[in-house]
């Protein structure tokens, strides 16, 4: 766990630059982010907490679908999840 008077680099949780598409359309952490102490937090925070959380989270879900790991039903279910999670998520920042 980063400590709470360490120092972060700037790209710390950035999705596009710690966790970017590649051309396959999978996503991929590159060489420099692998040698980097803060990386499995940097991950954690940029796939759960990040502003694209959403996104990326749609995005396992999707590939789950296409895959024939899930069905119709737990694909809608999950994405109504996600979006009802950003909604609650909205509601509380707002107050």
Request: proline fraction near 4%.
């Given at each position: 766990m980063t400590k709470?008077?360490?120092s972060?680099?700037?790209?710390f949780?950035?999705?596009?630059?710690?966790f970017?598409m590649t051309?396959t359309?999978l996503r991929?952490?590159?060489e420099?982010?692998?040698a980097?102490?803060?990386?499995t937090?940097?991950l954690?925070e940029?796939?759960?907490?990040?502003p694209k959380a959403m996104?990326?989270?749609?995005?396992?879900?999707d590939r789950?679908?296409?895959?024939?790991?899930?069905?119709f039903?737990a694909?809608?279910?999950r994405?109504?999840?996600?979006?009802?999670?950003?909604?609650?998520?909205l509601?509380?920042?707002?107050?």
């Amino acid at each position: 766990m980063t400590k709470k008077n360490e120092s972060l680099p700037n790209c710390f949780s950035d999705i596009d630059t710690v966790f970017p598409m590649t051309n396959t359309g999978l996503r991929m952490s590159p060489e420099k982010c692998m040698a980097c102490k803060h990386k499995t937090n940097c991950l954690k925070e940029a796939i759960q907490k990040g502003p694209k959380a959403m996104e990326v989270q749609e995005e396992y879900v999707d590939r789950a679908y296409d895959s024939g790991t899930i069905g119709f039903w737990a694909r809608w279910s999950r994405k109504k999840s996600l979006h009802r999670n950003a909604q609650k998520k909205l509601q509380s920042q707002k107050k």
